[in-house]
């Protein structure tokens, strides 16, 4: 199973729908590890996603820019 998860989703347990499934039902079904900290975030997730991705994936974007500046594995913007 997966070490860490984070679940965004209107879905609430009491509903009995499979997105309002708790994480403890993850980890039942060996999805996620029993050792894992899984979040379970219920909001919209056109709104939480892109606030997550900002703080987090692209926090250091400029940092990791600079650090990689060298490397052929990405393209600078062509325009």
């Known amino acids: 199973g997966a070490d860490y998860s984070v679940y965004v989703n209107t879905g609430h347990e009491f509903d009995g729908s499979d ?5 403890d039902e993850a ?12 979040v379970k975030v219920c909001a919209d997730a056109t ?7 900002s703080q987090t994936f692209a926090k250091d974007v400029e940092e990791w820019k600079e650090s990689t500046k060298d490397c052929v594995c990405w393209l600078e913007d062509a325009s």
Request: net charge positive; hydrophobic share 50%.
């Open 19 to 23: 997105g309002g499934a708790s994480p």
């Open 47 to 53: 709104i939480v996603f892109p606030l997550m991705v």
């Open 27 to 38: 980890i039942s079904w060996g999805k996620i590890r029993i050792t894992a900290d899984p």
